[in-house]
């Protein structure tokens, strides 16, 4: 059974970065690789992008492209999203997340780190 | 991108009684759709995929139906651990999006 453990709560500056982690503790990650997911307070779901935990490929969604970038470390099991220039529009939870045969739907997850970006 | 509508927003239901959670496409998704459920405070759980597949462990209760643009989510009679936010999830296009939730509340 995969579990993944990401990092705790951050609170940043409009303009700094931040860089969430992901771990597959007590196992690997699926081979479908690993999304991140972000959830605005009290919204709905929105899909950042992939990263590929086999060569490292990675996939962005548009609207974040040129903003983030996705990583995996093999040897410790961890990915990593790191997002540049915040705003307080990128205040959310965010997941990452694997497809257990597929890379397009999600059956684990995280439990979700909180960014908060405030002045 | 598609554009992922979900209808109701909210949802009021007895206990025992079904529900029936609408979800629609601004453009085909075939069959390429996934449900999930979230709780308060709580990561998203995968509900259905491939628009009527259930995942594992999940309980036949929780039935999916549709293609194309239209889609529907039936649970046939709500357990109290039930009333949550319903997310639909389109992955036939990319980038992958998610509609809005639909919360089930308790009537």
């Known amino acids: 059974q995969v579990q993944l453990v990401q990092s705790g709560p951050e609170v940043k500056k409009p303009g700094a970065s931040v860089k969430v982690s992901c771990k597959a503790s007590?196992?690997?990650?699926?081979?479908?690789?690993v999304n991140w997911v972000r959830q605005a307070p009290g919204q709905g779901l929105e899909w950042m992008g992939w990263?590929?935990?086999?060569?490292?490929?990675?996939d962005y969604a548009p609207r974040f492209q040129g903003r983030v970038m996705m990583t995996t470390d093999t040897s410790t099991n961890t990915a990593y999203m790191e997002l540049r220039s915040l705003t307080s529009d990128d205040t959310a939870v965010y997941y990452c997340?694997?497809?257990?045969?597929?890379?397009?739907?999600?059956?684990?997850w995280g439990q979700g780190a909180l960014v908060t970006v405030s002045s | 991108e598609i554009v992922m509508t979900q209808s109701p927003a909210t949802l009021s239901v007895s206990l025992g009684e079904g529900a029936t959670l609408s979800c629609r496409a601004s453009?085909?998704?075939?069959?390429?759709l996934a449900w999930y459920q979230q709780k308060p405070g709580q990561a998203p759980r995968l509900l259905i995929y491939?628009?009527?597949t259930r995942a594992t462990g999940i309980p036949a209760r929780f039935s999916g139906s549709g293609s194309g643009t239209e889609f529907t989510l039936t649970i046939s009679s709500l357990q109290s651990e039930d009333f949550a936010v319903y997310f639909c999830?389109?992955?036939?296009?990319?980038?992958?999006?998610f509609g809005q939730g639909t919360k089930v509340e308790i009537k």
């Open positions: 997340a694997s497809g257990a045969t597929k890379a397009v739907f999600f059956d684990y």
């Open positions: 453009q085909s998704s075939k069959s390429n």
């Open positions: 007590a196992s690997t990650f699926p081979p479908s690789g």
């Open positions: 990263i590929s935990t086999y060569n490292g490929n990675t």
């Open positions: 999830q389109q992955y036939n296009n990319w980038p992958w999006t």
């Open positions: 491939g628009a009527s």
